[in-house]
């Protein structure tokens, strides 16, 4: 069995698409499930296979519990509060996103055998100048400089899987992801989304960071990574950086444009002020992915699955 929190998210819902070909029962675990998203991601049928339970991440009676009665082998923890909402209020981000880490650990180590895979992020890594520049690769265990709530959140969470697996023997793993991307993003960064949802309305959108180099990441890759990471051995590191394409807004607005030429896209000035090149060698190595999507073939992805949807709703 596998407990998956946040399950009803974009990413929790391709994670779940990949686990049912294992034909084993998935729990899903959210806030406010959002079933019209699973299902238009894994299929109309995809309730047959899954049990959707809402529930808060951040309260342990109700995490914890529904944990310890699962019995899962693998618990995938995708629930968090996500920028720009992570950014307005401490005591918020601190429960949502520490908070329900705090509670998967804790279940983990009264499970004993059970594997946990969570989603940590970048911004951990602070800003390119902390690390040689914009164009040096981070590693791994590169020091962390947060500059953001979200930032501060996440590595208290690396920190504290690598204090769970010494006190506890919980054994995690964690991965770093990107600027993710996709059909079915409603959350996170706006520009992740929006650019695309202007493309296919034909609104006009404005584009930040428009001085700045984006490492985008598909979301397909990132379910991929996550499923990967069940049965990933550990080999000495907690936390994997991984990696998309590396392209400049600017580059990546233009992309859109020749795939949706009627998109009207304002891109203002600025940098996003964080790291976006990252040393994933490992994360090649140890757990097998080497070949993440090109945004050529990402964007055209994406636009395509949106337009589809699009179409069948009317």
Same mark, same amino acid.
């Given at each position: 069995m596998y407990f998956v929190t946040g399950g009803t998210g974009q990413i929790g819902a391709y994670v779940v698409r990949r686990l049912v070909d294992r034909?084993?029962?998935?729990?899903?675990?959210?806030?406010?499930? &959002?079933?019209?998203?699973?299902?238009?991601?894994?299929?109309?049928?995809?309730?047959?296979?899954?049990?959707?339970?809402?529930?808060?991440?951040?309260?342990?009676?109700?995490?914890?519990?529904?944990?310890?009665?699962?019995?899962?082998?693998?618990?995938?923890?995708?629930?968090?509060?996500?920028?720009?909402?992570?950014?307005?209020?401490?005591?918020?981000s601190l429960a949502n996103v520490t908070g329900s880490m705090v509670n998967v650990l804790d279940a983990a180590s009264l499970l004993r055998d059970v594997k946990v895979v969570w989603s940590s992020a970048t911004s951990v890594f602070g800003r390119p100048e902390s690390h040689g520049g914009i164009d040096k690769l981070v590693g791994d265990t590169a020091a962390h400089y947060p500059t953001s709530l979200y930032g501060i959140t996440k590595s208290a969470c690396e920190r504290l899987a690598a204090l769970y697996r010494v006190r506890h023997g919980v054994n995690s793993v964690g991965f770093r992801f990107c600027q993710g991307y996709g059909p079915g993003k409603r959350r996170g960064r706006p520009y992740g989304y929006k650019l695309f949802e202007a493309a296919i309305t034909g609104e006009p959108c404005t584009v930040p960071y428009g001085d700045d180099i984006i490492n985008w990441q598909y979301v397909e890759d990132i379910a991929e990574i996550l499923v990967k990471?069940?049965?990933?051995?550990?080999?000495?590191?907690?936390?994997?950086?991984?990696?998309?394409?590396?392209?400049?807004?600017?580059?990546?607005?233009?992309?859109?444009?020749?795939?949706?030429?009627?998109?009207?896209?304002?891109?203002?000035?600025?940098?996003?002020?964080?790291?976006?090149?990252? &040393?994933?060698?490992?994360?090649?190595?140890?757990?097998?992915?080497?070949?993440?999507?090109?945004?050529? &073939?990402?964007?055209?992805?994406?636009? &395509?699955?949106?337009r589809a949807w699009r179409n069948e709703a009317n």
């Open positions: 034909r084993e029962k998935i729990v899903v675990f959210d806030l406010r499930a &959002d079933v019209e998203l699973l299902k238009q991601i894994c299929g109309p049928h995809i309730l047959e296979h899954v049990e959707v339970i809402e529930g808060d991440a951040s309260m342990a009676s109700e995490l914890v519990g529904a944990i310890l009665k699962t019995k899962p082998k693998a618990i995938v923890h995708l629930a968090s509060a996500l920028p720009p909402i992570a950014e307005r209020d401490a005591h918020y990471g069940i049965t990933a051995p550990y080999l000495g590191i907690d936390v994997y950086n991984t990696t998309g394409e590396v392209t400049t807004m600017r580059s990546a607005v233009a992309l859109v444009k020749t795939l949706a030429p009627g998109l009207s896209a304002t891109l203002e000035k600025g940098t996003a002020e964080i790291v976006w090149r990252y &040393d994933a060698s490992r994360l090649a190595s140890d757990v097998g992915f080497d070949n993440p999507t090109r945004i050529a &073939d990402g964007f055209r992805m994406t636009l &395509d699955t949106m």
